[in-house]
Nanobody, 126 residues
């Protein structure tokens, strides 16, 4: 069993920043990727970034490059997503998930992740 708890969301004005956290506990055996995804009302869950926990190698989805930074504290089993220059389009619920490598890479779709947290809400408005 793997448990994930996201935190750090909130309401911010455009241009603001947030640091989201994902604390992972439980069985460490079957995953070495952590992915951040987001889902806005009425939309599908979309990938933001993922990280290969063995070496910290990050991957950013094309539309997310530049304002998002994924990082990890492996000793604490906590994974972070820094978001800068937040815009109203970033309003969504942000989720983290765990997965094993798939064909040498962290999965690029939500379907590749077996365990999820409850999410943390990010709302950007003036």
């Amino acid at each position: 069993q793997v448990q994930l708890v996201e935190s750090g969301g909130g309401s911010v004005q455009p241009g603001g920043s947030l640091k989201l956290s994902c604390a992972v506990s439980g069985d460490r055996s079957y995953w070495n990727c952590v992915g951040w995804f987001r889902q806005a009302p009425g939309k599908e869950r979309e990938g933001v970034a993922n990280i290969f926990t063995d070496n910290g190698n990050p991957y950013y989805f094309e539309s997310m490059k530049g304002r998002f930074t994924i990082s990890q504290d492996n000793a604490k089993r906590t994974f972070y997503l820094d978001i800068n220059n937040l815009q109203p389009d970033d309003t969504a619920r942000y989720y983290c998930g765990t997965a094993p490598l798939y064909r040498g890479n962290c999965p690029k779709t939500a379907a590749g992740y077996q365990n999820w947290g409850q999410g943390t809400q990010v709302t950007v408005s003036s």
